[in-house]
């Protein structure tokens, strides 16, 4: 039998499986249409979209009533709520006050756009806010205003609580001045330029030039008598600047010297202070240099009421203990109310709240999970626990003396629920009658403030929109529901909200909790390469749990441009008690070993994700976090972004390594440096940082771009010069468009768009 082929229709037919095969796998070229599709989730854009996303409340002094901002159909909307009436409703009449500041202006006023985001309110209706340096008052539909006086308070002087007596500083010295005669009266004789009286350090105070002086602060903490002042001794003597040049300026061909006090981890060449107490009646002066500790610590103390006391928390270098001290300022004997200690680190903000019946209420980890404790003031033993069990106390709400109940945020209580979402509680003193009274299984924020009696309370979880309500705090009963976020212009648009997923950690056992985003335009039937967002510093949690935190983020515009992006919480991390957090101590370099973990689960069970093509990206510790993944773990990343990234914690700001990372410093310091494993690159990596970056230094990125030279590693390096710590975030702006750039092209392997400006 003769068999007729027709090769022609062979290749034919070859040819169009070829091509639907690779349409199934492939992306189509980035196009503008791209950018705008990740635009539209940027941070300034989406919140518009959505309706009543959430209620951030601005209680009036009634404490029954509040104010909150948020958008709406008709723009951005300013409500009151009236709890009493059951009742929200506009504020004011948007329309009308828009044409009058039109017409006061000279300009043309967007009624869904009023040019003020914050506003004042009296129970009169009158309403006043801040604009074009003016304080504007609309009342009755009549609208005024008057320039905005200059500050006149003197911040270079402290007034007495009786209003006698004047404390400032002359020449470094503590001065007072008897208001009633004038007389004026020496406090200190010692002080001199680097041993400053009544003074402390700014967290971004800047010395310009060689020679240039620190900016000026006044320290004081007057009694309630008026009769003594507590402050402290600021010691620069032996101190080191950490120093920044600032080449961007228009009117300078010289760069501008910038220079800042910031320990980095086991530095001895610090800023000290050095308690002191002074007695205005004796004239005498009582330093305290036992307690004297580095300013990135400090001591902050209280009076007692009848000015005999005070008290304060007194943290060790290393934070592996912290003494509750009193001083009797009489006496001036220091008294350890409580102690407690860990082999690796104690919180540095524990609760804390005296009560007037001469007990108090801590919460430790001590048991391997913050929970509150009542105590003995005069004894500092054990009265009773309050709360006892596997899961997190994270702030007291209200304290109710009078009937012997606290109320209180916690997490991982609940079964059958995320461990990472909040409820609120109250219990008995005695540790009797713990109950829920938030019992939606959701995360829920809360926003209490002045509101005495009543709590809003925010509910929600990444794909369940925001329920706004009014809680009684004693019950938790919902008196008033405010509103519930609109999605439908998302929905619209194909969004998806995160997924929730599940893995095992490192350990083998534990699970770890995270998320993944799609793009609007998902195609089960394409392979997307994968992005994994990072910041496993121990001190915060990352992974969203609200419908806002997963909405408005890095990770949808990313997904936005092809990707599926992907964060999760590994073990080091903080929310899940001491044990989970204390993995990462003298190991901060090994937190995205969860990372992989997760990523390669996951990949398993959604055959979309290609885990042959992987990249990771974050900024801070998270940027430390991407360039260690991609020389630990350099197989599986492929491609890293790290911004602002503190590349070896040696050279970081010390509270937070000494704290998490270990104190003393040890050879894991080393270890554990990107730029001591800068030869263990293989794949594309790009470093990014500020130029004027006070929070974390350039310096780290510049000694791990030398080490990747020496190392002969290729890698590409962004200074922008301008900058400070802050770029690269939520709004987007050019380092955004250049971090999508960077994984179009060495990810998706796809040429993106050069010289395109984002568009807000």
Same mark, same amino acid.
């Given at each position: ?68 901002? *948020? ?16 009742? *929200?409703?506009?504020? =004011? ?42 304080? @504007? $008052? ?24 009786? #209003? ?26 010692? #002080? ?29 903490? @007057? ?77 902050? =103390? ?24 009193? $001083? ?34 801590? #919460?430790?980890?001590?048991?391997? @999970? ?209 044990? =989970? ?158 971090? @999508? ?20």
């Amino acid at each position: 039998m003769l068999i007729h082929i027709n090769f022609q229709s062979v290749r034919q037919s070859v040819l169009f499986l070829f091509l639907s095969i690779y349409a199934t796998q492939s992306f189509a070229q980035i196009t503008e249409d791209t950018y705008h599709k990740a635009e539209y989730f940027l941070s300034g854009n989406i919140q518009k979209e959505v309706y009543h996303l959430d209620v951030i409340p601005d209680w009036l002094d009634d404490k029954k009533s509040f104010w909150h901002q *948020t958008y709406t159909k008709d723009g951005k909307r300013f409500f009151i709520t009236d709890i009493l009436k059951g009742e *929200t409703r506009e504020a =004011f009449d948007h329309e009308e006050l828009a044409n009058s500041l039109s017409e006061k202006s000279g300009g043309s006023i967007d009624s869904s756009n009023l040019p003020f985001s914050r506003i004042q309110l009296k129970e009169d209706g009158t309403l006043s806010f801040e604009w074009m340096n003016k304080n @504007w $008052i609309y009342t009755n539909g009549n609208l005024e205003s008057k320039k905005i006086a200059q500050d006149s308070r003197d911040r270079s002087v402290s007034i007495s609580p009786d #209003g006698n007596w004047k404390a400032y500083v002359k020449n470094f010295n503590l001065f007072v001045e008897n208001l009633e005669t004038g007389e004026e009266s020496q406090l200190s004789y010692d #002080g001199r330029k680097d041993y400053e009286y009544a003074s402390f350090w700014g967290w971004s105070d800047m010395i310009l030039g060689e020679n240039g002086e620190r900016p000026e602060h006044l320290s004081i903490n @007057w009694s309630p008598d008026s009769k003594k002042i507590q402050t402290q001794i600021v010691d620069l003597r032996l101190a080191e600047k950490m120093l920044l040049l600032d080449n961007s300026q228009d009117d300078k061909f010289r760069p501008q010297l910038m220079g800042y006090y910031r320990a980095s981890p086991g530095d001895t060449t610090v800023v000290m202070y050095t308690p002191v107490l002074f007695d205005l009646e004796s004239k005498a002066a009582t330093k305290f240099p036992g307690l004297s500790l580095p300013h990135f610590i400090g001591m902050y =103390f209280n009076w007692d009421a009848d000015s005999k006391h005070i008290y304060g928390t007194y943290l060790e270098r290393g934070f592996k203990s912290f003494d509750l001290l009193e $001083i009797n300022t009489d006496s001036k004997k220091i008294r350890k109310v409580y102690s407690e200690s860990s082999p690796t680190h104690v919180n540095n903000n524990n609760i804390f709240r005296r009560l007037d019946n001469g007990q108090f209420i801590l #919460g430790t980890e001590k048991s391997g @999970w913050n929970q509150l404790y009542l105590m003995d003031w005069e004894s500092g033993k054990l009265v009773n626990r309050i709360t006892n069990g596997d899961y997190v106390v994270k702030n007291l709400l209200k304290v109710d003396e009078e009937n012997s109940i606290i109320y209180f945020e916690a997490a991982g209580k609940e079964k059958d629920v995320n461990p990472y979402y909040s409820f609120v509680y109250k219990v008995n003193f005695d540790g009797t009658g713990l109950e829920l009274l938030t019992p939606e299984k959701a995360f829920h924020d809360i926003s209490y403030g002045r509101g005495e009696d009543y709590f809003v309370d925010n509910y929600s979880t990444v794909d369940q929109p925001t329920t706004s309500v009014v809680r009684e705090i004693k019950t938790g009963r919902i008196v008033h529901e405010i509103s519930k976020a609109d999605i439908s212009n998302l929905l619209k648009k194909g969004y998806q909200s995160p997924k929730q997923f599940t893995a095992t950690a490192k350990d083998g056992k534990t699970t770890i909790y995270g998320l993944y985003y799609l793009p609007t335009d998902f195609n089960s039937k394409k392979k997307y390469p994968i992005i994994d967002y990072t910041y496993s510093g121990p001190h915060i949690d990352i992974t969203p749990k609200t419908f806002r935190a997963g909405l408005v983020g890095l990770q949808q515009p990313m997904a936005e441009l092809g990707f599926v992006v992907v964060t999760v919480d590994g073990l080091g991390t903080s929310g899940r008690g001491k044990a =989970f957090n204390d993995v990462s101590y003298n190991n901060l370099g090994d937190g995205t070993t969860d990372h992989v973990l997760a990523i390669k689960e996951l990949a398993s069970k959604n055959k979309f994700m290609d885990v042959e093509k992987v990249g990771i990206f974050g900024h801070s510790a998270g940027g430390y976090d991407a360039g260690r993944a991609m020389l630990l773990h350099p197989d599986f990343y492929k491609v890293g972004v790290a911004s602002a990234g503190d590349h070896d914690h040696r050279m970081e700001k010390a509270w937070w390594p000494e704290m998490y990372m270990g104190y003393p410093i040890g050879d894991f310091y080393h270890e554990q440096s990107n730029i001591t494993n800068a030869s263990k690159l293989k794949g594309h990596l790009l470093l990014a940082h500020g130029g004027i970056d006070e929070n974390v230094n350039p310096s780290a990125t510049f000694k791990f771009a030398e080490a990747l030279i020496k190392a002969g590693k290729d890698f590409d390096l962004f200074i922008w010069p301008s900058r400070n710590h802050s770029f690269g975030r939520t709004d987007g702006d050019y380092f955004t468009k250049k971090r @999508w750039d960077y994984f179009i092209e060495h990810l998706m392997g796809e040429e993106p768009i050069r010289h395109y400006q984002i568009q807000k």
